[in-house]
């Protein structure tokens, strides 16, 4: 008869309030009470898990961001890297050819102190001779 009352005052209420309702009028008011608080509880516990869902959530956006950063710091890395590698090796290249100019001048210097010594050696032989 209860139930009967409850659906004719709310036609539209969903199956759950109709359930609620039912449940409120078989329960007495201490373990409504009790029942209540549990739904309390359970409501700040999920809101927890929300809460803590948004920092999780929040984190995840910083280390994305983190990654993208540190992704262009290592393409400017890599790009240092194949700068410097092209580099030395011009550089190798400018010492080998400094070092074979060396050699040919260390010859030449050789060759101008012989020429030298032989016409230093053939003016003293026609002066005092």
Excluded at 17 to 41: F, G, K, N, V
Excluded at 52 to 77: A, C, P
Excluded at 92 to 107: D, I
Aim: glycine share 4%; charged share 20%; proline share 2%.
């Amino acid at each position: 008869m209860e139930l009967f009352r409850l659906r004719q005052r709310e036609p539209s209420a969903s199956p759950q309030l109709r359930q609620a309702q039912l449940l409120q009028t078989q329960l007495s008011p201490h373990e409504l009470a009790y029942q209540d608080s549990l739904i309390q509880e359970r409501e700040a516990e999920i809101q927890e898990i929300e809460s803590g869902i948004h920092e999780l959530s929040e984190i995840f956006r910083d280390l994305g961001t983190l990654v993208n950063q540190q992704g262009g710091m290592i393409d400017n890395i890599e790009s240092n890297v194949y700068s410097i590698a092209v580099d030395t090796q011009g550089a190798a290249e400018e010492l080998s050819t400094a070092s074979e100019y060396q050699r040919k001048a260390g010859r030449r210097a050789t060759c101008l102190m012989i020429i030298l010594v032989i016409v230093v050696a053939v003016v003293l032989l026609a002066i005092f001779s």
